[in-house]
Structures are given as C-alpha cells and as structure tokens.
C-alpha cells in the first residue's frame, strides 16, 4: 500500500529564512505526489504536483519540490519563508486506484 | 478559482441525535465528491467516494448505514452522521472533482463535528 511519512510535525523558521518540509513515500509503483496547504479556516489548496514528468516540480507562491526515487523523497522547499506562508503542509501519494493519501501533515510557523 | 463550500462549519449535537453536512461546489460541476475524516493531530483518512446519482463507494472499515450520503446534484453532496456518538466527534471535509485529473480536487474548508 501507498504511504507517506512527513518528517516534522511542526517546523518553525524566521521570515525571510528557507523552508524546508520533509516527505518520505513508500510506493510499488511509479507515484504521482502532492503537496496541499491548508491555511485556518479555508479548505485544501494544491501547492504543486508530480506526475512523473520533471523531477523539480514548481508551484505556486515559490514553493517547489524535488522528487528523488533513489531516495524515495518529495521535499517541499522555499527559499525565502513569508508570515502569509505560516500553515498546514500535507505531503500527498495517490494509490493505485487513484485515492489521495495523506501524510500527517507539518505545521510551518514563520516568525518575524 | 473552484470554491466548495461546507455548512455548517461547526456542530454540536447530542448523543444519539443525527446531523447533516452539506457539501457544495460553488461555481462548477462536480461529477464526483469525495469525504474526508480527520481526527486531531493525525492526517485525512478517506471515507468514502460519491458520484453524482449513484450510491457511494465506503472504504473499508467505513459503516456505511452511519455515515449516509448523498449526491443528488452535480453541486451538492450531503453526509448525514446517524444516532451519532461521542466517538464520531472529528473534522469532516469534503472534496469535489472537475475533471478526470485526480489532483483536479477543490476542497472546502471543512467542519467540526462535537458528540456530547
């Protein structure tokens, strides 16, 4: 079966200081892989994606994630941390019925 | 951007009592809506896959005479938590699916479900 391990539940950084928030898989077969951000009160926001295309993977508001098989990791990255990027990271890996699995989720809080 | 919204947001409700959670996609059609279960401090667990006029699809473990749903329309999916217990108390969110990508999935902002 399909599963993800996220690494840190919470991750504290200081803005203007890289993010990192750390994904391990365990796969089968070849995984597509997600990240999904939920900020409080709003619903799940896909940040980026891999569906076996480029192995660095950009997203949206300058995140990105490398997807490295020999390592079977899919670490989100960012250069430079913003307040508005303090929230909720899941790590995803859909199965091979095509269902979304949720890593636990790391909490990311940016301080000034 | 896809909106979904869920209502309520957050419920308290008595042992034994049913309540319903409503599940919209606002401003598109969505063929298929997915329901989420999340207990605190752990991560979405899958409860069960509905498409649009036919029955949902429960996983495993998932009791599908207590969580009753429904998917009448192309924008709304209801779930209905029946004789519902202190146990059931977690955060349920709902998603919907535009297109056959599976990452093509818009999710609502979830609701708080309280079994005194």
């Known amino acids: 079966a399909q599963s993800v391990t996220q690494l840190d539940s919470h991750v504290s950084v200081s803005e203007g200081t890289p993010v990192l928030l750390r994904c391990n898989y365990s796969s089968s077969y070849s995984p597509s892989l997600f990240w999904y951000v939920q900020h409080p009160n709003k619903g799940l926001q896909l940040l980026l994606k891999?569906?076996?295309?480029?192995?660095l993977v950009k997203g949206i508001n300058g995140f990105e994630a490398e997807f490295k098989k020999s390592e079977t990791s899919f670490h989100l990255t960012k250069p430079s941390a913003h307040m508005s990027d303090a929230a909720e990271y899941f790590c995803v890996v859909s199965d091979r019925t095509n269902k979304l699995v949720f890593g636990a989720g790391t909490i990311l809080r940016v301080k000034s | 951007g896809a909106v979904v919204s869920q209502h309520p947001s957050r419920v308290i409700c008595k042992s034994g009592t049913s309540v319903k959670i409503e599940c919209r996609s606002l401003d598109f059609q969505a063929t298929t809506m997915f329901w989420y279960r999340q207990f605190p401090k752990q991560s979405l667990m899958l409860m069960a896959t509905s498409n649009e006029g036919s029955k949902a699809t429960y996983e495993q473990g998932v009791e599908k005479d207590k969580f009753l749903i429904n998917h009448a329309s192309l924008t709304l999916s209801t779930l209905t938590v029946t004789s519902a217990h202190p146990e059931d108390s977690s955060f349920y969110i709902c998603?919907?699916?535009?297109?056959?990508?599976?990452?093509?999935?818009?999710f609502g902002p979830g609701t708080r479900l309280t079994v005194t």
């Open positions: 891999y569906t076996s295309a480029a192995t």
């Open positions: 998603s919907a699916r535009t297109g056959f990508q599976l990452y093509e999935q818009y």
